[in-house]
Structures are given as C-alpha cells and as structure tokens.
C-alpha cells in the first residue's frame, strides 16, 4: 500500500483538524480551561529543551551507527520511542509544575493516540519496529 503526496496531505490536514477539535472537545468535557503560557515555569522549559535535544543526538547517533556498521535493529524503534518519551516528560512537568494541574491529561490522551497511530502507520507500511 502506497500513498501519493496528495492523499498524505490530506492524511495530516484530517489528522491536525481532528485533533483539534478533539482537544476542544476533551478540554470542554474533563473541564480543564486553556492556559496562556507554553511552559510553567523555567524548570519546564529547560526539562523539555534538554530532552528535545537529547533525542536528537542520540537519533543522529543511532542513525549513524545503523548505517556504517551492520546492526539488526531498526531506527523504527526511535521514530516510537523519541515522540512518546518527550511527550512523557512534557505531561510530567504539566502535572508537576503547571498552574491547572490536569493539563497533563490532555497531553496523556494525544500520547495514547500517538502511539496508536504510529503503530498502525507502521504496520500498514511495513516499516519495522521490533
């Protein structure tokens, strides 16, 4: 199965106008209001800025070492893994440090739906995350 760049477009403009509307919906049902500020404090910027960074070291670090030396593992694994480690650090610091502390929820939620879609996206696709 093969997308054209057409039908991908359209995938992420569905995918990014569902999950807007879905963080309207579910801010308006759990009853958590929409904060002005991207990070709660310094502590929060900083912890999201490091892992940022150092996901992507070690994506850059990996993909090198899985394109000189013949390792049977497959960078699959860190296109999962990265997304839901900084979205586990961000959800982290929202419950910790963030002035509504049930903003952590909405970030959970697209968490779970992530790694839904992404498994999905790589089974159809065959790209190997094992």
Do not use: C
């Not at 403009?13 to 801010?27: D, I, M, P, W």
């Not at 800025?49 to 899985?66: D, E, P, W």
């Not at 952590?104 to 968490?111: D, P, R, S």
């Amino acid at each position: 199965m093969s997308l054209d760049l057409w039908e991908l477009i359209m995938l992420i403009a569905v995918l990014f106008v569902g999950g807007y509307f879905l963080e309207k919906g579910l801010r308006k049902w759990l009853n958590i209001g929409k904060s002005n500020k991207r990070f709660a404090n310094k502590k929060h910027e900083w912890a999201v800025l490091i892992t940022g960074a150092a996901a992507l070291v070690v994506f850059l670090f990996m993909n090198g070492i899985f394109r000189t030396n013949n390792v049977n593992i497959n960078p699959g694994n860190l296109i999962l893994l990265i997304p839901v480690v900084m979205m586990s650090v961000e959800a982290f610091m929202q419950w910790k440090y963030h002035e509504n502390p049930r903003e952590y929820l909405i970030t959970l939620i697209f968490l779970g739906i992530f790694i839904v879609f992404a498994v999905t996206f790589m089974a159809i696709f065959g790209i190997r995350y094992n």
